[in-house]
Each structure stands twice: as C-alpha cells, then as structure tokens.
C-alpha cells in the first residue's frame, strides 16, 4: 500500500507494474534523480494531479497484482 508520503522510487520497488500508471498520468520522471527523494503527493502537485486518485490508482492495481 502506498500513501503520500511513499516516495516514487518506493513505489516503483513495491511493485515496477505502477510504472504505466505514473507514465499514464505525465509522470515521465521514473529515472530522474527527483524520483528518489520525491513523494507521490508532491510528484502529483508539480504535474497537477489529484493525489488522492493516483494514490487510490496505485493502491487498486497493488491490491489487484499481489
């Protein structure tokens, strides 16, 4: 499960199959040194996405691939 504080690069090790989901929305920032450190709240304000859909987006698809 992910929240807003897991850090883009926590999320991708969770589980890569998330990297379609954050591409899908503009993130295109997977290998950029920001990822490491970014979190997914603040990921989804510099691209003006809702937080709270793309962490439900990604919580769906963990929950559904275990």
């Known amino acids: 499960m992910v929240t ?7 999320a991708v090790r969770m ?14 920032c997977i290998g950029c040194a920001m990822a490491h450190g970014e979190t997914l709240a603040e ?10 859909e793309l962490i439900n987006a990604i919580n ?3 929950e559904e691939n275990k």
């Open 4 to 10: 807003k504080d897991t850090t883009i690069m926590e």
């Open 15 to 28: 589980n890569e199959g998330i990297v379609p989901i954050l591409m899908s929305v503009g993130m295109h």
């Open 43 to 52: 990921a989804a304000e510099v691209h003006g996405i809702d937080a709270d």
């Open 60 to 62: 769906k698809y963990l």
